[in-house]
């Protein structure tokens, strides 16, 4: 209690240290008060008692001193008098001091930016309870090269119903697909994803409002499908939050109502929580699977993989347990069902790791540059801060002379650079904070999962961390500087406050060097990037993106037969033919770009048995889909309108097939099936033409094997309208919207896109991370620069006598200049041959980034070491003509 | 009242004269020199210069507490007074002190 009281009193000192004198005033006075008032009742006069008072107390001033210093944290005074008085040299310093904030601005806000995302998708928790127990279980296949696959409904169930360890198992399907809601005014485009029942209890999320799916739901009801009639329950929807809000006015009564979605009714049963959007940002509508109970046993339910399936664990139960129990099920489905399962393995994984997925290499990468940039960045302001050591060296050294300690000089320095971190790390906050903005706005969708990151505690702590631990690496040169300098010396030359002394000279090459390097490395691997987008862009997709709108269309369950199909896309192509400048029309399942619409199993006739292959992408086209994007034919023939329903079902293949699976063969009139081993009832395929590749999976992964069906021999309601025009595509947009509401009022489009968007939007990651980095690099190399040019008109102002002198002794002015850049250069080229051994010993992370260009791509390297040496060149310029115009009258007058 | 022959306190024994005085009444600080000299019957004379710091001192270490009262003739003065830590050290302080003053008196015994 004694030390708590006594605590109190001290901090009670130092925070209010005036208050402290002022009582101690009043306690003196009224000792003098009482002495006098003694004295007087000994006789004395009052001016005399007074004064005997004064003189018997002694020093009032010392008393107040010895006071203070008693009372003061000692080290918390020194602590802000030395801040005050960094804060008042640097108020002296202006210019110096906003560079300095300037540029640790720059570099903290960078890092603040990307570590809010890195915060966002990495760190921060899954905002579900006990998020920690949940898994994504992936299938995983090595016959067909499947990794971290989509299940098959049946292998869930069976994971579901087989692993003691999981609380439950829930399916949904990924990303969003769209769905249209008419009879609210014009039909609106919602995303949705359909999720099975225990899905949302799965994740443990509950309604704001009604209730959500219960397991019962994934099923159409056993009990009426035994005695024959249909299911009588409505079919149910689950609105998101957002999705109340926009397009229901945040209606209380909703739960219970119903709408239509893609022309069938649904019932509200329940709207998500605030905030609540899975498996992607921006879901309104989650729909319930509805598996008929027969379908359980079939291989309909086995074979087609389209579920992500996440397990939660019991309490208490290891994930490696789980695991165990998990490939106990999977060889039992092995053996159980070789037709399907033979090789279908299955993998767990923690689901926030899942999700972080392959955003982890991007977020690292650009990490590690802009650590990259905080690090040149202090040695910029090191630099600045050496400078400044060396201008006010007779100070310092007048310091020491008086007996100041060294030790106190040494805090002094790192004060200074501990304020100014302090100020640069605050106005990198808010240019952080700006940074983060525009990061949400620019990172293409799906990036980055979170989009609504932001400055929260973490990013705070961060920010302190890293504006501390930066103030204490530029402060380091400075402090080392006050410590070794010897004041003897200084004192001899101060009288001209020239030459920087040995050390200050190392450690601002040192700094100059290591930015170099630094440099060399961001704009190494942003070189890399830059090199490996140009060589993606280029890439021949195989089809002519220019001038094209693409739409895409489902059609509602109103269309249930083939003939309405067909009928209604006959009339679409008629039509949106009629349009004036169209060209082509056809009409695809998937576009090219936007990976297969399914794969499977093939073999030809004739092999023999086990002569199978798998994974060749499959899609279906109307018979112009090859002259509309200018798909070259290579041999046979395409599609016709005389292929129909009633005819031989015909393929066209293209090259990549032709070339893995007909080696040497004629594949024209060979038959096909979508089977490993035929049975009677397989239907075969006649193979009629051959076409150009195309890439389907992206710019950057080589065409893949492929197969069309007619979307005349098989009808599909999605698919996606093609339009090709001589002019510009976007302008059809909104002649195809009316063709489309013409022909039925209830669809919406859901997406009109230009195929040449599409092309650039498959890029979109890889430009966003490309460009950042750029970004990053041009920041980094701008302060490099800058660095060289410091310490070169330091060096150049420090010599202005000695150059004066060769001047006046007759040594013409490029052979100045030349002593100037020449010091440069070799700083640079130090700096650039230990940026280049660490740009051959880390680049190969970004491997995995590039595309055709190797991580040691000398290309790159030789490029940007020529452009940082140029650029060091340049700013050795200046200071090297300030040096070379040294009058010889002045800087000898001078001295 | 002071005179040249008054010896000043011993720079180590003010604390603890301090403490010994504060035992009887919490007091103000010139009430603390006007009982230290009135006790040693005008000998001891508290140098006024470290009676303040030492109070400050003693505070901080815990012995005493202080706070603002109205003193008798009606004026603001701020009165210390013992903790139960400094009615410890008085003890331990006195002890210590007797020690010492024997063994100063065994010293100057000898001659």
């Not at chain 1, 310092?396 to 000089?409: E, I």
């Not at chain 1, 015909?650 to 096909?672: H, M, T, W």
């Amino acid at each position: 209690m004694g030390i708590i009281s006594g605590l109190r009193a001290r901090l009670r000192a130092l925070f209010r240290r005036t208050s402290a004198d002022r009582e101690l005033n009043e306690e003196i006075h009224f000792h003098i008060e009482l002495e006098t008032e003694k004295n007087v009742r000994l006789g004395l006069s009052r001016d005399e008692a007074r004064r005997l008072a004064i003189s018997h107390f002694g020093g009032v001033q010392r008393v107040r001193e010895e006071h203070r210093d008693v009372r003061r944290l000692q080290w918390i005074e020194d602590f802000i008098g030395d801040g005050r008085f960094a804060f008042r040299s640097l108020r002296r310093t202006p210019a110096l001091a906003g560079a300095a904030i300037i540029t640790l601005a720059l570099g903290i806000g960078a890092n603040v930016a990307i570590f809010s995302a890195v915060n966002a998708v990495v760190l921060r928790p899954l905002p579900f309870p006990s998020s920690d127990r949940l898994m994504m279980i992936t299938e995983e296949n090595p016959e067909k090269h499947w990794h971290l696959n989509v299940a098959a409904p049946a292998n869930l169930l069976d994971w579901r119903e087989g692993v003691a360890d999981f609380e439950d198992v829930a399916g949904y399907t990924d990303g969003a697909g769209q769905t249209t809601l008419t009879g609210r005014g014009d039909p609106q485009l919602l995303n949705g994803t359909f999720v099975t029942g225990n899905f949302f209890a799965t994740l443990g999320v509950h309604p704001q409002l009604g209730r959500l799916f219960t397991w019962d739901e994934s099923w159409l009801a056993q009990r009426t499908q035994a005695v024959g009639q249909p299911d009588t329950r409505p079919h149910v929807v689950v609105l998101s939050d957002r999705a109340w809000r926009e397009h229901f006015g945040s209606d209380p009564g909703i739960v219970g109502k119903s709408i239509v979605l893609s022309g069938t009714s649904y019932q509200i049963v329940g709207i998500t929580p605030p905030g609540f959007s899975y498996p992607v940002e921006g879901i309104d509508v989650w729909r319930s699977v509805e598996w008929n109970p027969a379908i359980r046993g079939a291989v309909e339910f086995r074979r087609p993989h389209w579920l992500r399936a996440i397990a939660r664990l019991k309490p208490g139960v290891t994930e490696s347990h789980a695991n165990a129990q998990l490939q106990a099920v999977v060889e039992r489905l092995k053996r159980e069902y070789p037709g399907t399962n033979k090789y279908m393995g299955a993998a767990m994984m923690p689901l926030h790791e899942f999700l972080i997925g392959d955003t982890r290499l991007p977020l690292l990468i650009l990490l590690t540059s802009v650590a990259f940039l905080l690090l040149i960045a202090c040695a910029n302001v090191g630099n600045l801060l050496l400078v400044q050591a060396a201008g006010r060296e007779r100070e310092a050294s007048l310091r020491l002379a008086l007996g100041a300690g060294r030790g106190r000089l040494v805090r002094q320095a790192i004060a200074e650079s501990l304020v100014l971190s302090m100020l640069g790390g605050a106005c990198g906050l808010a240019a952080g904070w700006a940074g983060t903005r525009a990061l949400v706005r620019l990172q293409p969708e799906g990036l980055l999962n979170v989009s609504n990151f932001g400055v929260d505690q973490a990013v705070l702590a961060y920010v302190v961390l890293i504006s501390l631990a930066s103030g204490l690496i530029f402060g380091v040169a400075p402090a080392f500087w006050a410590r070794h300098r010897d004041p003897a010396e200084a004192l001899k030359s101060g009288g001209r406050g020239a030459g920087q002394s040995g050390h200050a000279k190392r450690w601002g090459d040192l700094l100059v060097i290591s930015e170099v390097a630094l440099a060399l490395l961001m704009t190494v691997g942003a070189g890399l990037l830059v090199r490996s987008f140009w060589q993606v862009r280029h890439v021949d997709p195989g089809f002519d993106s220019r001038g094209v709108l693409t739409v895409r269309i489902g059609l509602s369950r109103a269309y249930d037969t083939s003939s309405k199909i067909l009928g209604f896309q006959n009339q679409l192509i008629d039509r949106a033919h009629a349009i004036p400048g169209v060209t082509n029309v056809a009409m695809t399942t998937s576009l090219p770009l936007n990976g297969p619409a399914y794969t499977s199993d093939f073999i030809a006739y004739g092999r023999p048995a086990g002569d199978y292959g798998t994974e060749v992408s499959n899609r279906t086209v109307s018979p112009d889909y090859f002259a509309t994007l200018h798909v070259p034919l290579k041999r046979g023939r395409v599609f016709t309108s005389d292929d129909q329903q009633n005819t031989t079902p015909v393929l066209v293949i293209n090259e990549a097939l032709a070339q893995s699976y007909f080696k040497g063969q004629d594949p024209i009139g060979q038959r096909f099936a979508f089977d490993k081993v035929p049975t009677p009832k397989t239907t075969w395929y006649t193979i009629i033409g051959i076409v150009g590749n195309e890439h389907v999976d992206g710019l950057d992964i080589a065409p893949r094997p492929e197969v069309f069906h007619s979307l005349i021999q098989e009808a599909y309601p999605y698919f996606t309208l093609m339009v090709r025009t001589n002019g510009d595509a976007a302008s059809l947009t909104s002649s195809v919207r009316a063709i489309v509401r013409s022909l039925d009022p209830s669809l919406a489009l859901l997406g009109v896109i230009t195929l040449d968007r599409v092309r650039e939007d498959s890029l979109a990651r890889v430009r966003f991370l490309t460009t950042m980095l750029l970004g990053f690099a041009v920041i980094g190399l701008v302060l490099s620069v800058v660095g060289v040019y410091g310490v070169l008109a330091q060096v150049s102002r420090n010599r202005t006598r000695e150059m004066g002198i060769r001047i006046a002794l007759g040594a013409p002015a490029g052979r100045v200049r030349w002593l100037v850049v020449r010091q440069g250069l070799r700083l640079t080229i130090a700096g650039l041959a230990l940026g280049t051994v660490a740009a051959l010993l880390t680049t190969r992370a970004m491997a995995k980034l590039l595309f055709q260009v190797t991580p040691t791509d000398p290309a790159t390297l030789i490029g940007v070491s020529l452009l940082l040496a140029a650029t060091s060149i340049l700013a050795a310029w200046i200071p090297a003509l300030n040096a070379s115009r040294a009058d010889p009258a002045v800087t000898l007058r001078s001295d | 009242m002071a005179s040249a022959n008054q010896p000043d306190v011993l720079r180590g024994t003010l604390d603890l004269l301090i403490l010994k005085t504060l035992t009887l009444e919490p007091m103000h600080g010139w009430g603390i020199s006007a009982r230290i000299q009135q006790f040693s019957k005008g000998v001891l004379d508290v140098n006024q210069g470290s009676l303040y710091p030492a109070l400050q001192r003693l505070e901080q270490r815990g012995c005493i507490e202080s706070e603002w009262r109205t003193s008798d003739n009606n004026r603001r003065a701020k009165y210390y007074r013992l903790t139960a830590s400094g009615r410890r050290a008085v003890g331990a302080e006195t002890a210590n002190w007797r020690r010492y003053v024997d063994a100063v008196e065994l010293i100057l015994g000898i001659a």
